[in-house]
């Protein structure tokens, strides 16, 4: 299994991207792709989850809103849609593979997670 991310660059605040992730090595849709980031000196924090199999999706509270995920399985690929950006948004973003599910539901749990590949970087400046 291999993920990897890109799209990154550098936005003014109030910007958009679009992040992809694109997926291989899978032999099923059963399993959700979950993006994160890492900002610099902090520790990687979680931003979203989307079920391959059925669309669900989880947000982290501080994206909420202005970030969108979203699908495209005959590419293997899956998007990160950042709108409304700001400074604090600055990270390095990855994706990564969830197969656990918690009460029939994927969480992307960081610890649950496999096939980091390396991340995108996204600068929002003032």
């Known amino acids: 299994v291999q993920l990897q991310a890109s799209g990154g660059g550098e936005v003014h605040t109030g910007g958009s991207l679009r992040l992809s992730c694109l997926a291989s090595?899978?032999?099923?849709?059963?399993?959700?792709i979950g993006w994160f980031r890492q900002a610099p000196g902090k520790a990687r924090e979680w931003v979203s989850c989307l079920g391959m199999s059925d669309g669900s999706t989880l947000y982290a509270d501080s994206v909420k809103g202005r970030f969108t995920v979203s699908r495209d399985n005959a590419k293997n690929t899956v998007y990160l849609q950042m709108n409304g950006l700001k400074p604090e948004d600055t990270a390095v973003y990855y994706c990564?593979?969830?197969?656990?599910?918690?009460?029939?539901?994927?969480?992307?749990?960081?610890?649950?997670?496999?096939?980091w590949g390396k991340g995108t970087l996204v600068t929002v400046s003032s």
């Open positions: 990564a593979a969830d197969g656990r599910r918690y009460g029939g539901s994927y969480q992307c749990r960081i610890y649950d997670m496999y096939g």
């Open positions: 090595g899978f032999t099923s849709s059963n399993y959700a």
